[in-house]
């Protein structure tokens, strides 16, 4: 064996380390990048690896947030439903997305939910696509609001790669301000965990009520103020075909009444 073949087999050798610890790192950044996102106490859509999900105890108010992906809901049979031996008191209803999409479902649900005797409500899906003012004025031309319904609601989950933080906290509260100074109460804006304490921290959004999504936990990891908490998205009803939000309320239901538009006369 020559010389230079000796020493190309060494280097070959000594590559193999080299491999190996690489391998072990990215496994490693993969373990903890699924747990930082999907596992951990500021995670957000992670499936519960055994069984069920729990629901959290110590709450009487109970509702849903349903859209076109519950297609065809029964209602006679949703008004009997019970969770945790509660009724459902309240219902959000997707609206509208960006500037030009209403959810196809959203004026028979928006119906159905007053005349079957929710409390409802509708939210806005946020796009990056379109400004503010564009979401928010759409919203309003699509959305009639009454006395009695639920604030309106900005489902806000992305921040674009390229925006500085600032702006795009400067165009959220654009989009809350259109819409509060036509119905005079203050949106509630809809977010998850760890997008609310990265992006939704600073003093200005802590006058808006919010609804935190934090799943398979037994109680709010959230320790600011909040309203609304979406437990689960894969709860289970009559009258609704496959998986449905589950939500609760952080009050009394006389306190939910009291948050509607135009509240209840004392």
């Known amino acids: 064996m020559t010389v230079a073949r000796k020493k190309k087999r060494g280097r070959r050798r000594h590559r193999h380390p080299a491999l190996w610890i690489g391998g072990v790192l990215m496994i490693g950044l993969y373990v903890w990048a699924f747990y930082h996102f999907f596992v951990g106490p500021t995670g957000f859509r992670w499936r519960a690896m ?3 999900a729990h629901y959290p105890q110590g709450y009487e108010i109970h509702g849903i947030d349903i859209s076109h992906y519950q297609d065809n809901i029964d209602w006679n049979k949703l008004k009997q439903a019970r ?3 509660c009724p459902l008191r309240f219902v959000f209803v997707k609206s509208t997305e960006g500037a030009s999409k209403v959810d196809k479902n ?6 159905h939910a007053k005349e079957n005797g929710f409390i409802r409500g509708a939210y806005h899906f946020w796009s990056n696509k379109s400004t503010a003012r564009q979401q928010a004025y759409f919203f309003l031309e699509k959305v009639q609001l009454k006395k009695g319904d639920l604030p309106p609601v900005l489902d806000i989950e992305h ?3 390229e925006m500085n ?3 795009f906290q400067r165009d959220v509260l654009e989009w809350l301000r259109i819409v509060e100074s036509c119905y005079g109460v203050k949106p509630i804006i809809y977010t998850y965990y760890k997008f609310k304490e990265s992006y939704l921290n600073t003093p200005e959004f802590e006058e808006y009520p919010f609804w935190i999504a934090h799943y398979y936990v037994p109680e709010m990891v959230y320790k600011g103020s909040w309203n609304f908490w979406q437990h689960t998205d894969a709860g289970k009803l009559p009258g609704i075909r496959g998986n449905v939000d589950l939500d609760v309320f952080n009050g009394s239901y006389y306190e939910l009444l009291q948050m509607t538009i135009g509240g209840v006369e004392e």
């Open 165 to 167: 933080v600032k702006v």
């Open 159 to 161: 921040l674009p790669a």
């Open 106 to 111: 959203f004026k028979k649900n928006f119906l």
């Open 50 to 52: 055994y069984g069920d």
């Open 83 to 85: 969770v945790t031996g």
